[in-house]
């Protein structure tokens, strides 16, 4: 089965600094990547997600890139601010039907003022 | 509200015992996931149904037991519990499968003493 693996586990960063956390996965057959924002104590909430037909995608202060032959993909935050600081973990699928999101063990991403 | 209702918030029960844990998916989705989240576990897939049917296994215990009924909405069922049991339960919604992003319920934290 797919294995995802997620890097790294915790990231400290100065408010207006870039974050990035970079994610590999096991199964070539994989082509959807979403991304999970995780505030303490709530559920997961997606906020960007990658189709393999494309490299990269953005929206506002967070972009996702994708590698497929190195079979890997980051997320990108610019300009952090306190409100970002969450658990965030990606995923992936084979995208088609039923298959299911396997996910990273997440990345705890604290963001000082 | 992400239109995924986990029912109940919060559990408490002693070992040995069993409880059952509900979902009602987003309007229009078919296909109901469960997810266990320990602190350094991550999201842990369990069980997918869709329309009705079991679709995917994970790592799911055989003390533990799921179904979904014919109005869509799924219960996780789990027995002779155990502390390590205690976790944050999820239950996710999709359109049909693992092409496009869950939407998560606000899970039920369940605690075995």
């Known amino acids: 089965g797919e294995n995802v693996e997620q890097h790294p586990s915790t990231l400290s960063v100065q408010e207006g600094d870039s974050a990035v956390i970079k994610c590999t996965y096991s199964d070539s057959a994989s082509n959807y990547f979403p991304w999970y924002k995780q505030e303490l104590g709530k559920r997961p909430q997606l906020i960007i997600d990658?189709?393999?037909?494309?490299g990269e995608k953005k929206d506002q202060r967070i972009a996702v890139t994708l590698n497929k032959t190195a079979k890997h993909f980051s997320l990108h935050i610019t300009e952090t601010q306190p409100e970002d600081s969450a658990v965030y973990f990606c995923?992936?699928?084979?995208?088609?039907?039923?298959?299911?999101?396997?996910f990273g063990k997440g990345t705890m991403l604290l963001v000082s003022p | 509200d992400s239109g995924v209702t986990q029912t109940p918030k919060h559990l408490i029960t002693a070992t040995g015992q069993r409880v059952t844990l509900r979902c009602s998916p987003r309007?229009?989705?078919?296909?109901v996931y469960w997810y266990q989240q320990s602190l350094d576990q991550g999201l842990q897939f369990l069980i997918q149904?869709?329309?009705?049917?079991?679709?995917a296994k994970g790592n799911i215990l055989e003390r533990f037991s799921a179904q979904q009924f014919p109005d869509l909405h799924s219960e996780l069922n789990l027995s002779s519990l155990e502390l390590g049991d205690s976790a944050l339960y999820f239950c996710?919604?999709?359109?049909?499968?693992?092409?496009?992003?869950?939407?998560f319920g606000s899970g039920t934290r369940l605690t075995v003493v």
């Open positions: 309007s229009g989705d078919l296909s």
């Open positions: 990658i189709r393999s037909n494309v």
């Open positions: 995923a992936a699928s084979r995208g088609k039907g039923y298959s299911t999101l396997t």
């Open positions: 996710a919604s999709s359109a049909t499968g693992g092409d496009y992003g869950y939407t």
């Open positions: 149904y869709y329309n009705g049917e079991e679709r």
